[in-house]
């Protein structure tokens, strides 16, 4: 089956460490996306990339990084840099940027 | 003025009611305009895209309003399992990205 995978599905980090999460799709989409989401907030985007090897800032890029080092994977890491990182995050890819997007299941990330 | 302003409700209405929710939208140069469906904890999930036309798809109606610059869905005979959170998404013109709206809150009663 075709789809967009993320883990974990929750994860827990301590004070001054990176995390890494997970998204891996094999719909052969060009474009992909990282997105937060806070209770009562709508969706924000943090990075994307429309193609391999390249990605650009979204709203709140700050205390995050990605690499697009193959078609099927954007892994998202969140920094040290990052005050505030506990939210749900949502991958999601789609054909030609900007337009239908499928989203992975989400992974919520917490503080110790 | 919000990009993309939804209500957020919550709406509460019986089985078999007819609901309607509205988006509007701030930018003129809009292009597409969407709706999604996100279950609580759950993925966003692609419900309708709305055309100028309208579009139906079963119980559910779209349609779009460029003069007065919103968009709508219509639900008929609501059943339980359409309680859920319905988010307006707008592409904002020319640099294709998309505005999400905060979602309108749904929850059908038995």
């Known amino acids: 089956d075709g789809g967009i995978t993320q883990s974990p599905k929750y994860l827990f980090r301590k004070e001054g460490q990176n995390v890494t999460l997970s998204c891996e799709q094999n719909?052969?989409?060009?474009?992909m996306y990282w997105y937060r989401q806070d209770p009562g907030q709508g969706l924000r985007l943090i990075y994307y990339?429309?193609?391999?090897?390249?990605?650009q800032k979204g709203d709140i890029a700050e205390g995050y990084s990605v690499s697009r080092e193959k078609k099927e994977s954007f892994p998202l890491t969140v920094t040290s840099a990052q005050k505030n990182p506990t939210a749900f995050y949502l991958c999601?890819?789609?054909?030609?940027?900007?337009?239908?997007?499928?989203f992975g299941s989400g992974t919520q990330l917490s503080v110790l | 003025r919000k990009e993309v302003e939804q209500d957020p409700g919550p709406f509460n209405v019986p089985e078999g009611a007819t609901v309607a929710f509205n988006c509007t939208y701030s930018?003129?140069?809009?292009?597409?305009f969407f709706w999604y469906r996100q279950d609580c904890r759950k993925e966003p999930k692609l419900l309708m895209s709305?055309?100028?036309?309208?579009n139906e798809d079963g119980r559910f109606t779209a349609q779009l309003n460029r003069a007065s610059q919103y968009i709508s869905l219509l639900i008929r005979d609501s059943k339980l399992s359409d309680s859920a959170t319905y988010l307006c998404?707008?592409?904002?013109?020319?640099?294709?990205?998309?505005?999400w709206g905060l979602g309108t809150s749904l929850a059908v009663n038995p």
């Open positions: 999601a890819s789609s054909m030609t940027g900007g337009e239908k997007l499928f």
């Open positions: 719909l052969n989409h060009d474009a």
């Open positions: 990339s429309q193609i391999v090897n390249d990605f």
């Open positions: 930018n003129s140069a809009s292009q597409s």
């Open positions: 709305v055309y100028s036309s309208g």
């Open positions: 998404v707008v592409n904002a013109g020319n640099n294709r990205k998309l505005i």
